[in-house]
Each structure stands twice: as structure tokens, then as C-alpha cells.
């Protein structure tokens, strides 16, 4: 399995959609300025840091000090943010297929837009997410960045063709009014002009952003009652980018060189978490 991923591509894309100059600040080297509040908050401030483990140290207190020790580091780093932050994930027990459900042109030629049914299946049922992804309409592969959205796939885009995520129970009318409503953050016609592919699923997709209903959807088809929404979320990104990967330098519609997934808030911390597994 090859991942491969793109960090300086990934900030310079971020650069041009983020509308936040502190998160911008934080994730380059533009030398932007950092809010009061932002920079206490990033340097630390009068917070004492002197109870953390060292990050350079195994758990038995061994220094890493070589790439064999580095690795076991990395193993225990995983595996402690597994136990105390974003719970376990499923690793076996189920399915995932794919089913292109839409496809054509966009912005104006400019792009390829394909939507694809990611269905995951256990011996419980199946839950189904709607991945949305934009390509440049070339014959060189792109890379492309993938990541969740937070209101639903018509809001990245003003583009009448976006299909209502599944998860959604909006009518058609507020559909309408809030398409394209978040397309500043993804900066989708910005990244295809410059060569980047751009892929998203609605978080609510694989576990709805509702403390009640959170269990509603592909956490029901499993058993594990660590399994919460921040693990739904990151194994839903997962699939997608199970799904990416089989486009990868083939001789199909889309060609796809690099996948990199990116974080942005919650619903995207502990999909790049567990990527790194892979």
C-alpha cells in the first residue's frame, strides 16, 4: 500500500482557501501575524508543560535514538491517542463497495465531477456515504485532498449538479438556498486551476454531528462500544480513501498521482491520525 503525502502541496492549497489567518499563520511560513490570544494560545503562555512525557522517549523511558526506535515511538504515540482521544476503529468485519452514481463536466470544462455510493456492509446492514470529487479535466494525474465537510457536499460548491448527501433530510428548497454556501473554505475552481484535485464526504454521512443521534449510521453495523463519532469519521475517510486509491495512475476517466488527507477541526484530526496507520 502506497500513501503518499504531499505536505508542501497541502499547505500551499490551504493558503488559498483558508479565510482564517490564524489557522494560516499556524500551518505556514507566509510570516503572517498571530493574534494576541492565538499566540498565547500556540506558545503556551503560563501553562505548565512539565507532566507530559517526553515525545523523544519510549514509554519505559528509553530514548529514541535510531529509525527502529522511531518507530516503535510512532506505535505507542497511535495507540495512546487510540486509547484517551478518538477510540478504536474497526479493522475487520466488514465490506466496502463502490458505485459511481454521477459524472460530467464542471466549471466550465475545466473540471471532471464524479459522486460515488461508498457502502459499507457487515452481517448488521450497510450504511451508505456520497463522496464527492472534483479532478482537473486533463490527461496528467493530479493529486488530490480529501477531507470531510461539515453541512453536506452542495454547500463546497455552487454547482446545481451536486447530489443531496445521503444523511441529509433537508428539503429541496433549503437545499437550494444553501448550496455553494461554504465554497469559500474549499476554494475548489482555485485548487483545480492550479492542478489539485479536491474530494469530500459530509461527516454526517458515517456519524451525524448530534450527541443523540450519533450511533444513527455506520456505527450501528458494528459492536464495539468504543466506537464513537470521531472514530466514525476518521474510518469513513478511510474508505473514501480506499475508494481514491483504486484511481491511482490508471488508464481510466480519473487518474489520481497522490492522496492526502488534511485536517480541519474535529472532523478531520482523527481521519489524519489513523491514515498514518496505513
Known amino acids: 500500500l502506497v500513501l503518499v503525502l504531499t505536505a508542501g502541496g497541502l499547505v500551499l492549497w490551504m493558503h488559498s482557501m483558508l479565510p482564517w489567518p490564524n489557522m494560516v499563520a499556524m500551518t505556514s511560513n507566509f510570516q503572517m501575524e498571530l493574534s494576541d490570544p492565538m499566540r498565547a494560545y500556540v506558545v503556551g503562555g503560563e501553562r505548565d508543560y512539565s507532566t507530559l512525557p ?52 464542471a466549471l466550465d470544462g475545466a473540471a471532471l465531477r ?12 450497510s450504511s451508505d456515504a ?16 480529501v477531507g470531510l465537510n461539515f453541512n453536506g457536499n452542495h454547500t463546497v460548491l455552487d454547482d446545481p449538479a451536486i447530489l443531496p448527501s445521503y444523511a441529509s433530510e433537508k428539503d429541496a428548497a433549503v437545499l437550494e438556498e444553501e448550496r455553494g454556501g461554504k465554497a469559500e473554505r474549499w476554494a475548489i475552481e482555485e485548487a483545480v486551476a492550479r492542478g489539485y484535485g479536491v474530494a469530500t464526504i459530509w461527516c454526517n454521512d458515517f456519524a451525524p454531528d448530534d450527541a443523540k443521534a450519533y450511533s444513527s449510521r455506520v456505527i450501528s453495523l458494528f459492536d464495539e462500544p468504543e466506537f464513537k463519532a470521531g472514530g466514525a ?12 486509491r ?7 476517466a480519473l487518474r489520481i498521482s497522490v492522496i ?14 489513523n491514515i498514518s496507520r496505513l
Open 233 to 244: 469519521w476518521a474510518f469513513g475517510i478511510m474508505r473514501g480513501v480506499d475508494y481514491l
Open 246 to 252: 483504486t484511481q491511482m495512475w490508471t488508464r481510466r
Open 114 to 125: 464524479r459522486q460515488v455510493k461508498l457502502t459499507v456492509t457487515t452481517d448488521k446492514g
Open 130 to 145: 456520497l463522496l464527492l470529487m472534483y479532478l482537473p479535466n486533463s490527461d496528467r494525474p493530479a493529486p488530490v485532498v
Open 54 to 105: 517526553e515525545v523523544l522517549a519510549l514509554q519505559d523511558g528509553t530514548g529514541v535514538e535510531t529509525p527502529e526506535d522511531m518507530a516503535l515511538r510512532r506505535a505507542e504515540v497511535l495507540d495512546l491517542f487510540e486509547k484517551h482521544v478518538y477510540g478504536v476503529l474497526p479493522k475487520n468485519g466488514f465490506e466496502t463497495s463502490f458505485e459511481v452514481v454521477e459524472e460530467g463536466e
Open 260 to 273: 492526502h488527507a488534511w485536517a480541519r477541526r474535529r472532523c478531520g484530526q482523527e481521519p489524519t491520525m
